[in-house]
T-cell receptor, first 115, second 113 residues
Framework: DAGVTQSPTHLIKTRGQQVTLRCSPK?????VSWYQQALGQGPQFIFQ???????QRGNFPDRFSGHQFPNYSSELNVNALLLGDSALYLC??????????????FGSGTRLTVV | QQQVKQSPQSLIVQKGGISIINCAYE??????FPWYQQFPGKGPALLIA?????SEKKEGRFTISFNKSAKQFSLHIMDSQPGDSATYFC????????????FGTGTKLQVIP
């Protein structure tokens, strides 16, 4: 089953450091969205990548940046980590379709802990 | 800005009972309302979804009821089973919004034998 693969699964970083999270989308999907899920909360939209461009962005500071590669895989980068960045980071892939395709497939996430 | 409000925060139901989770939205541009199920250590998985042109959608033991005028929708889980114990998120999206999905805060459901 070629689902969404995220790496690493867990990560501990020190405040002020930088981190890169990776996502391989489900086979056949071309769009990658990133979400932040704080403990006990619903996922919050960070941004979405399509055709290697950031297409839409949520209410997150510029410390959060990303990239999409020609093979549709994606990276999420967070600079100058804060304690409040500790969360589960979820990658969701989908197939872009006119009028909005809603076939989100989520990965299991990367648990980031900032100490 | 909480655009999708969800209640209750937690729910305990006896096996065989009906679990009901309610959501309300503010943005009238939303035209797609999915529900996600999340188990510990996993990402959310799409459970069932509805568009506002219908008032109810049923898939197996799961039913979504939708009230467009009240801007409310709910998930009913019939004959709840211990395996249904998970966190449920309602969500909303705008078909013109490049698939950005806005999630509720979640309901932790526990089904006891």
């Amino acid at each position: 089953d070629a689902g969404v693969t995220q790496s690493p699964t867990h990560l501990i970083k020190t405040r002020g450091q930088q981190v890169t999270l990776r996502c391989s989308p489900k086979s056949g999907h071309d769009t990658v969205s990133w979400y932040q899920q704080a403990l006990g909360q619903g996922p919050q939209f960070i941004f979405q990548y399509y055709e290697e461009e950031e297409r839409q962005r949520g209410n997150f500071p510029d410390r959060f940046s990303g990239h999409q590669f020609p093979n549709y895989s994606s990276e999420l980068n967070v600079n100058a980590l804060l304690l409040g960045d500790s969360a589960l980071y979820l990658c969701a892939s989908s197939l872009d379709m006119a009028g909005g395709g809603y076939g989100y497939t989520f990965g299991s996430g990367t648990r980031l802990t900032v100490v | 800005q909480q655009q999708v409000k969800q209640s209750p925060q937690s729910l305990i139901v006896q096996k065989g009972g009906i679990s009901i989770i309610n959501c309300a939205y503010e943005n009238t541009a939303f035209d797609y309302f999915p529900w996600y199920q999340q188990f510990p250590g996993k990402g959310p998985a799409l459970l069932i979804a509805i568009r506002p042109d219908v008032s109810e959608k049923k898939e197996g033991r799961f039913t979504i009821s939708f009230n467009k005028s009240a801007k409310q929708f709910s998930l009913h889980i019939m004959d709840s089973q211990p395996g249904d114990s998970a966190t449920y998120f309602c969500a909303a999206a705008n078909s013109g919004g490049y698939q950005k999905v806005t999630f509720g805060t979640g309901t932790k459901l526990q089904v006891i034998p």
